[in-house]
C-alpha cells in the first residue's frame, strides 16, 4: 500500500502558484520523498526528490518539514500543460532496490 | 523523451490469446520495471528485474511472466489472455547503483486491448 496521503483533487489559477501537500508519517529515515506527475494517460513523468532538505529544480521545488512527516509540491507558476495527476511517493534510494508504489494522487486541475 | 522504449504502443489482441511487449531501457541502467495501468486500478507494479534477476515482486498474475536479457532488455509476457488483462503497461528503468543515480523514469507505455 502506498505510504502517502494526498488530496483528491486541487484547482489552480494559470500563472499562480500550485501547492501540493503530501502526508507521509510513516516515512523511514532511509527513505526519500518522490514526486511524479502523470499528463493524462502519457508515462509518468519525474519531477524532483528529497531526503530531508528543501530541493529545487527547473519544474519545482520541494519543502520538506523538519519532522519529515509532510511535504509540498510547489510548481511556481502553473501552467494549463501542467493539469496532471502528481504522485508522492516515498521510497528509498539507492541500489537495486526501491520500486515505486503509487497511490491516487492529486489531480491538479490548472484553469484560465 | 525519456530515454525508454516501449513497443508496440498499440496491441488489440483476442482472449485466451499471448502476447509480448518489449522494453529497453535506457542506456546504463540495471534496473528494468514493469506497471500496470487500468481504469479502476491506477498504477499497479508487478516486477522488478535487476541486471538479469528478478529483485521484486508486486501484483502479478501467474500467467504473467517476465524476463531482463543480458542486454538489459526486458519482455512481459501475458498468456491466457482476459478481458479484464486491457490495460496500459508501462517499463520503467532506473541506473541501480548507488552513484550512478537511481531515479526511476518511465516509458510511453502499450496500449493492450482484449477483445
Known amino acids: 500500500d502506498a505510504k502517502t496521503t494526498q488530496p483528491p483533487s486541487m484547482d489552480c489559477a494559470e500563472g499562480r502558484a500550485a501547492n501540493l501537500p503530501c502526508n507521509h508519517s510513516t516515512i523511514s529515515g532511509n527513505e526519500y520523498v518522490y514526486w511524479y506527475r502523470q499528463i493524462h494517460s502519457q508515462g509518468p513523468q519525474y519531477i524532483i526528490h528529497g531526503l530531508k532538505n528543501n530541493e529545487t529544480n527547473e519544474m519545482a521545488s520541494l519543502i520538506i518539514t523538519e519532522d519529515r512527516k509532510s511535504s509540498t509540491l510547489i510548481l511556481p507558476h502553473a501552467t494549463l500543460r501542467d493539469t496532471a495527476v502528481y504522485y508522492c511517493i516515498v521510497r528509498v534510494y539507492g541500489g537495486s532496490q526501491g520500486n515505486l508504489i503509487f497511490g491516487k494522487g492529486t489531480k491538479l486541475s490548472v484553469k484560465p | 523523451d525519456s530515454g525508454v522504449t516501449q513497443t508496440p504502443k498499440h496491441l488489440i489482441t483476442a482472449t485466451g490469446q499471448r502476447v509480448t511487449l518489449r522494453c529497453s531501457p535506457r542506456s546504463g541502467d540495471l534496473s528494468v520495471y514493469w506497471y500496470q495501468q487500468s481504469l479502476d486500478q491506477g498504477l499497479q507494479f508487478l516486477i522488478q528485474y535487476y541486471n538479469g534477476e528478478e529483485r521484486a515482486k508486486g501484483n502479478i498474475l501467474e500467467r504473467f511472466s517476465a524476463q531482463q536479457f543480458p542486454d538489459l532488455h526486458s519482455e512481459l509476457n501475458l498468456s491466457s489472455l482476459e478481458l479484464g488483462d486491457s490495460a496500459l503497461y508501462f517499463c520503467?528503468?532506473?541506473?541501480?547503483?548507488?552513484?550512478?543515480?537511481?531515479?526511476?523514469?518511465f516509458g510511453e507505455g502499450s496500449w493492450l486491448t482484449v477483445v
Open positions: 520503467a528503468s532506473s541506473g541501480g547503483g548507488l552513484l550512478s543515480g537511481n531515479t526511476i523514469y
